[in-house]
C-alpha cells in the first residue's frame, strides 16, 4: 500500500453516463494529481492541486472536470465521454520537489 | 519541442547481470529527475531521485546517474533477478519542481 487510495478500481460507463473517480492520501502532502496512461502512451499530466488551489490544467477537455475539497481528497468528474477516454486513470500525492506516491488507478473502459 | 526519450521499449538481459536504462531529455531544465518502477495494471512506484546538482546515487542494487550537460540520466540494476522484470519510467520535476513529467518507459525483462 501507497499510502494513497483510489475508487473504484475498475469503472466501464456509457457515453451519457456522469460518474466520479475518488482519490484519497493521508500522507500529509500538500499536492495531488491526476494522469492518465492509454496504452502504448506515456502518462499525461491532466491536473495539478497544490494547497488545494489548481495550478495546472493540460488542455484537458472540459468533459473531464477535477475537484479536490480539502488536501487528502481529491476527484474525477466524468460527464459524456468518448470511447478513446478509456485509459488507466492515476492520481498521485507528493510534498513540492519530492517523490509521487501514486493510488493503484482506476482502470476506465467507455461503450 | 520538449521531448523525453527512454533508449528502448524493451530490453531482455540474463540474471545476474546489470541492467543499463537510458533517459534523454531535449527543451526541458529539470530541477531533478526521479526513477519509478510500474508493474501491470498498477500505479508506478517511486524508486530514487537525484537532483540537478547531483552527480549520482545509489540505493541497494540500484544506481542513477545524471549529467545535465548531456542531459541524461542512466539506471542501473546490478545483480538482476527475474523479479525486477517491470516498465522502469523516469519522470523530470519541471516547473520549479512542482510537476512531473514522464517518459514512456522500458519494459525489462530478466530471464533465468
Known amino acids: 500500500e501507497t499510502g494513497v487510495t483510489q475508487t473504484p478500481r475498475h469503472l466501464v460507463m456509457g457515453m451519457t453516463n456522469k460518474k466520479s473517480l475518488k482519490c484519497e492520501q493521508h500522507?500529509?502532502?500538500?499536492?495531488m494529481y491526476w494522469y492518465k496512461q492509454s496504452a502504448k502512451k506515456p502518462l499525461e499530466l491532466m491536473f495539478v492541486?497544490?494547497?488545494?488551489?489548481?495550478?495546472e490544467n493540460n488542455s484537458v477537455p472540459s468533459r473531464f472536470s477535477p475537484e479536490c475539497p480539502n488536501s487528502s481528497h481529491l476527484f474525477l468528474h466524468l460527464h459524456t465521454l468518448q470511447p478513446e477516454d478509456s485509459a488507466l486513470y492515476l492520481c498521485?500525492?507528493?510534498?513540492?520537489?519530492?517523490?509521487?506516491?501514486f493510488g493503484q488507478g482506476t482502470r476506465l473502459t467507455v461503450v | 519541442s520538449q521531448k523525453i526519450e527512454q533508449n528502448s521499449e524493451a530490453l531482455n538481459i540474463q540474471e545476474g547481470k546489470t541492467a543499463t536504462l537510458t533517459c534523454n531529455y531535449t527543451?526541458?531544465?529539470?530541477?531533478?529527475l526521479q526513477w519509478y518502477r510500474q508493474d501491470p495494471g498498477r500505479g508506478p512506484v517511486f524508486l530514487l531521485l537525484?537532483?540537478?546538482?547531483?552527480k549520482e546515487k545509489r540505493k541497494e542494487r540500484l544506481k542513477v546517474t545524471f549529467d545535465t550537460t548531456l542531459k541524461q540520466s542512466l539506471f542501473h540494476i546490478t545483480a538482476s533477478q527475474p523479479a525486477d522484470s517491470a516498465t522502469y519510467l523516469c519522470?523530470?520535476?519541471?516547473?520549479?519542481?512542482?510537476?512531473?513529467?514522464f517518459g514512456p518507459g522500458t519494459r525489462l525483462s530478466v530471464l533465468p
Open positions: 498521485a500525492s507528493s510534498h513540492r520537489n519530492t517523490e509521487a506516491f
Open positions: 500522507l500529509g502532502h500538500n499536492a
Open positions: 492541486y497544490s494547497l488545494e488551489e489548481r495550478v
Open positions: 527543451n526541458y531544465s529539470p530541477a531533478y
Open positions: 537525484i537532483r540537478e546538482n547531483e
Open positions: 519522470a523530470l520535476g519541471v516547473n520549479y519542481g512542482q510537476n512531473f513529467v
